[in-house]
Every structure is written in C-alpha cells, then in structure tokens.
C-alpha cells in the first residue's frame, strides 16, 4: 500500500520558536496533502488543504500566518509553526491523496509537538 | 453540513468476543465511507471503505455495510483480539476530498 513518512516523530520546542515538520509520499504522487491536529482523545481536526503548487486552502478558525504549508513538489509537503506557544502543542498529522477522484487519503504516522 | 456521529467508548470486550461499533452519517451527495484504526502511539491506517450504497468493505476479519437507508456503516467483528486494541474512526468523504471523522471509539480487548 501507499506510505506516507512524517518527520520528525517527535519534537520539543521553546515557545516562541519555529517549528518545521515534513510529510512525504514514499511511492505515489500526492497532489493534494492534508494537515490534521488531534487533540488528546479527540478526533481530527482538518487544519488545511494543500495542492502541488499552490496556495494551501485553511479552514475557519485556522491562523495561516501561524501554520505555514508549503506544498513545492509531489512527494513534500511541509507545515511550519511560527512561533510556538505551549497551546500548540499537539499531535500534528499529515494524509496524502493522488490524483484520482477515488484516491483514499494515506496518513503518516504523526508528529507529536510539545511547547514548553 | 456533513457530519458522522460514532458510539462513544470506550468500548471493552473479552478475547473471541463479538463486536460491532456504531457510525452514522449525515450528508448530502453521495459520500464515501471510511473505517480508519490508530493503534497506540501510531498514525491513522485505512481500515475499510466502501464507496457507494450497498457496498460491503472489509479487511482483517473487519466488515461495514453502507446502509443508505439508515445512514449508517457499522464496523463488526466476529471475534476480536488483543491485538486489535486501538481507537477505530469513522469518517465521511465527499466531493471536496476532505474527511469528515467521528470522534473516534477506543476498543479495549482483554486477554
């Protein structure tokens, strides 16, 4: 099946520093790249939508000049934390999809942030 | 807007015991329909899914029905493991590509 990688698995940061964290596509091409945060026992939360080359797409409540995504290739996507404060701190995941309108999302497996 | 609504856990179960975990789903169009598993300290994996009325995903022992007639695709086994200890999501995608997850139940088998 298709993997998706996430690095780092896990990062500690000072607040007020950026953090950046990387989501590749091993062996399929991802055209669309999606950004969750999961909160402790909760579910996922779509942060954002990434296309090849183009502007990430946020949704509500999601400050853009906080959570920068860069999507400059088929296989990378990148989401930075500008800034961090310890309320960022969570477990930041990444899917990708190809091309195809049937394509199922395939998740890395995470990045856990803490702020201190 | 589109929603799916999941039983809450957590959910407890003896090895060889029988499961079932409940997804309903509210949407318009014709979504399809996702079982995701997240063992411990590990990212989501795609469980099932099943993409139109009718259609029966399975893997693993695991099976879901898309039941349009009552919004539903209820993730059943026959008989559960240890190893099968993990939070179980079910989600929703539709025409924008985005996932739409429940909230996600905890199975806990017991040996």
């Known amino acids: 099946g298709a993997v998706v990688s996430q690095h780092p698995s896990r990062v500690i940061c000072k607040s007020g520093t950026s953090v950046k964290i990387e989501c590749r596509s091993l062996?399929?091409?991802?055209?669309?790249m999606f950004w969750y945060r999961q909160f402790p026992k909760k579910s996922l939360m779509l942060m954002a939508t990434?296309?090849?080359?183009?502007?990430?797409?946020?949704e509500q409540g999601v400050e853009k000049d906080k959570f920068l995504i860069n999507h400059a290739s088929l296989t990378l996507s990148t989401l930075t934390v500008t800034s961090a404060h310890p309320e960022d701190s969570s477990f930041y995941i990444c899917?990708?999809?190809?091309?195809?309108?049937?394509?199922?999302?395939?998740f890395g497996p995470g990045t856990r942030l803490t702020v201190l | 807007g589109d929603s799916v609504t999941q039983m809450e856990g957590p959910v407890t179960l003896s090895e060889e015991a029988c499961l079932t975990i409940?997804?309903?789903?509210?949407?318009?169009?014709?979504?399809?329909l996702f079982w995701y598993v997240q063992y411990p300290g590990e990212g989501l994996q795609l469980l099932l899914k099943?993409?139109?009325?009718?259609d029966k995903g399975s893997n693993k022992g695991f099976e879901a029905t898309y039941r349009k007639e009552t919004t539903s695709f209820h993730l059943e086994k026959g008989s559960v493991q240890v190893s099968d200890s993990a939070v179980y999501f079910c989600?929703?995608?539709?025409?924008?590509?985005?996932?739409?997850f429940g909230t996600g139940t905890l199975l806990a088998v017991q040996p």
């Open positions: 899917s990708a999809k190809g091309d195809r309108e049937e394509d199922t999302q395939y």
């Open positions: 062996d399929f091409q991802a055209t669309t």
């Open positions: 990434s296309n090849e080359g183009s502007k990430a797409t946020y």
């Open positions: 409940n997804c309903t789903y509210t949407a318009t169009g014709y979504p399809s």
């Open positions: 099943a993409t139109k009325a009718d």
């Open positions: 989600a929703l995608g539709g025409a924008t590509n985005k996932l739409i």
